[in-house]
C-alpha cells in the first residue's frame, strides 16, 4: 500500500508550526515528542503505520479553527480522527501531517425530547449518546459493534451503519445538522433541529465523506422512542447459501425486521468460545430481531419463522425473556473481539443486493480455496453489508499481501454483482486504488471537484478514497511562505 512521499520542507518547519499552535492551544493539547506520537500511527487497520508530525486534542469549535487555519497557512496537511476504531486506514497519518482528534469534545450541548434531538460535540462514542437519553425512554438509533468505543466524528465520516439499519437507517438516516470547520478555519453551520433544509443537501455530502471536506465538530442528530418490546429469534443452517436464501426470500416477503444478522461455522465457533452464548453448531446462524407490541412481535414472527421452516432449519429458537435475547446477542457483539483472539484478519465491507447473497457467499468460499486462506463470514444480511474476515498470519512473509488480493477480489465480485465497495466503513486506504473498478474516470472527476470546492489545496485527509495516481496534480501544491 503505497503513501506520498513526505514533504521535506513541511518537515523543516516543525519548530515554527509548533510555536504557532502553542500560542493559541493549551499545554495539553499539542502533542509533539515523537514516542507520544505513535499513539496516533494508525488506527483499527493496524497492518499500516506511520507517527504523524503532531497531533492536537483541541476542546472546541473555536480551537479546531484556529488549528486549521494555521495548518492552512502553511500548507501542512491535517488528518481528523475521532476515536480510532476506522478498519479501512481512514485516520491513518502521513509523517509531514498533523493529526487533529476530537476525542476531548465529548460533551452534550442539548437536548429536546419534544422535538426528538440532542445535540453532541462529535468526540462523544456512539452508545453514550443513547445513554444521555436513556433515562427518558429515548435512544440513537445508529449502532456500529464499535459502539462502546467509535465516536459520532468517525460515524459521520464513514456513514456507519450498525445491525439495527435495516429499519432505522445508517448515519445519514439519522443526522440533522452539523458544525463543520473548513480547512481556513471558517465555521459552518448547516442543517439542525428540522426535517430538511433548503437549498442543495450539503448534509448529505458531509456526511461519508471520509474527513475530506472539513472537521464536524459538533452533531445534531435524531434521537427514537424505544420500542415497546423486541424479540430476537436464532435460526441455524447447515449452509450458508440456503442461509442466504431464507434471508432474500424474508426480503422479498415483506417483512421489515429491526436487525438480520448473519455468522458462519467459524464465527460461530470463537463467538461460542469466547462469549458462551449457546450457540448451536452449524455452517450458518442468522440472528433476526422484531420489535413492536407483544401482537406484533408475534405476527411479525410467525412470519419470518413460516419462511425459515421452509428452508429446513437445524435449529429454531425464540427469546422468551431478556436474558435469552441479551444472550443470543452476546455473541454476535462479540464477533471481532473473537476472531481477533485465535487470527490476525482484514475485515472487509462490501455491500449487496440481499439477493446476490447466495451466488456471493459460495463464490467466497470457492476463492478461499483458491487462496489458500480462511475466511470467517459476520454481516448485516438484511441490507447485504457484508464483513468477511479474511484470516492470516501477519508474522508470515507474503501473507498480507495474499491476504489483500484476496480481499481486492472479494470486493470487486460485490461491485460486479450490484453492489460497492463499501457500506459503512469507508474507503480510506484498504479500497482507495479500488475505487476505478467502481467507477468510470469521469464520475471519480465529478467526485474530486467537490473536494476542489471545499479544500482546494488538498490538505484535508487528501492521501485517501482516491487513487493516489488519480489526486497527484491536486495533492502536490506548493507549500504556503513563511
Known amino acids: 500500500m503505497e503513501m506520498p512521499v513526505p514533504n521535506p520542507a513541511i518537515l523543516a518547519r516543525k519548530a515554527d508550526l509548533v510555536a504557532k499552535l502553542s500560542a493559541l492551544l493549551p499545554q495539553d493539547a499539542l502533542i509533539q515528542d515523537e514516542a507520544e506520537t505513535r499513539a496516533y500511527e494508525c488506527d483499527a487497520l493496524t497492518a499500516y503505520r506511520c507517527p504523524p508530525l503532531l497531533a492536537v486534542l ?101 456513514n456507519s451503519g450498525g445491525a439495527h439499519c435495516l429499519k432505522y437507517g445508517v448515519t445519514t438516516n439519522n443526522l440533522m445538522g452539523v458544525t463543520l470547520v473548513m480547512m481556513d478555519g471558517t465555521v459552518v453551520e448547516i442543517g439542525g433541529a428540522h426535517l430538511d433544509a433548503g437549498g442543495l443537501d450539503l448534509l448529505g455530502v458531509i456526511c461519508g465523506s471520509e474527513g475530506q471536506l472539513g472537521v464536524v465538530t459538533e452533531a445534531t442528530l435524531r434521537i427514537l422512542r424505544k420500542p415497546e418490546g423486541a424479540r430476537p429469534v436464532l435460526i441455524g443452517y447447515d449452509s450458508n447459501e440456503v442461509a442466504g436464501a431464507c434471508v432474500s426470500d424474508i426480503i422479498k416477503a415483506g417483512v421489515l425486521p429491526v436487525a438480520i444478522e448473519f455468522m458462519d461455522r467459524p464465527c460461530i465457533e470463537a463467538c461460542e468460545a469466547f462469549a458462551k452464548a449457546g450457540y448451536p453448531m452449524c455452517e450458518a446462524l442468522l440472528i433476526i430481531e422484531v420489535e ?72 467466497i468460499g470457492e476463492m478461499s480455496k483458491q487462496y489458500g486462506l480462511d475466511v470467517a463470514n459476520v454481516f448485516h444480511a438484511g441490507d447485504g453489508n457484508m464483513h468477511p474476515l479474511i484470516l492470516f498470519d501477519a508474522n508470515k512473509p507474503g501473507d498480507l499481501e495474499l491476504c489483500e488480493a484476496f480481499g481486492a477480489d472479494i470486493l470487486k465480485l460485490c461491485v460486479e454483482a450490484g453492489g460497492c465497495l ?43 478514497v482516491f487513487p493516489l495516481s488519480v489526486t497527484e496534480g491536486r495533492r502536490l501544491v506548493p507549500v504556503a511562505a513563511e
Open 422 to 464: 463499501t457500506g459503512e466503513h469507508g474507503v480510506g486506504v484498504e479500497k482507495r486504488d479500488l475505487m476505478l473498478h467502481q467507477y468510470e474516470p469521469a464520475d471519480l472527476e465529478a467526485q474530486l471537484k467537490v473536494k476542489d470546492v471545499f479544500d482546494p489545496q488538498w490538505l484535508l485527509n487528501p492521501a485517501k
Open 58 to 158: 483541541p476542546r472546541t469549535t473555536q480551537e479546531v479553527s484556529a488549528v486549521l487555519r494555521i495548518c492552512h497557512q502553511m500548507g501542512v496537511p491535517v488528518v481528523p480522527r475521532g476515536a480510532g476504531t476506522s478498519l479501512a486506514g481512514g485516520a491513518l497519518p502521513t509523517a509531514d501531517s498533523v493529526i487533529l482528534g476530537v476525542a476531548r469534545m465529548n460533551a452534550v450541548l442539548e437536548t429536546d425530547y419534544d422535538n426528538r434531538v440532542i445535540r453532541v460535540q462529535t468526540g462523544r462514542t456512539n452508545l453514550s449518546v443513547s445513554g444521555a437519553v436513556e433515562e427518558e425512554d429515548f435512544f440513537y438509533a445508529p449502532d456500529p459493534s464499535s459502539q462502546l468505543a467509535c465516536a459520532i466524528a468517525g460515524n459521520i465520516a464513514m
Open 292 to 363: 413492536g407490541s407483544e401482537a406484533e412481535i408475534d405476527h411479525q414472527l410467525k412470519l419470518i419463522t413460516d419462511i425459515a421452516r421452509s428452508h429446513n432449519p437445524v435449529e429454531l429458537r425464540e427469546a422468551r425473556d431478556a436474558d435469552e435475547a441479551g444472550r443470543i446477542w452476546l455473541g454476535r457483539k462479540s464477533a471481532f473481539g473473537a476472531m481477533g483472539q485465535i487470527n490476525d484478519y482484514m475485515c472487509l465491507d462490501g455491500t449487496i443486493p440481499v439477493t446476490e447473497l447466495p451466488m456471493v457467499l459460495r463464490r
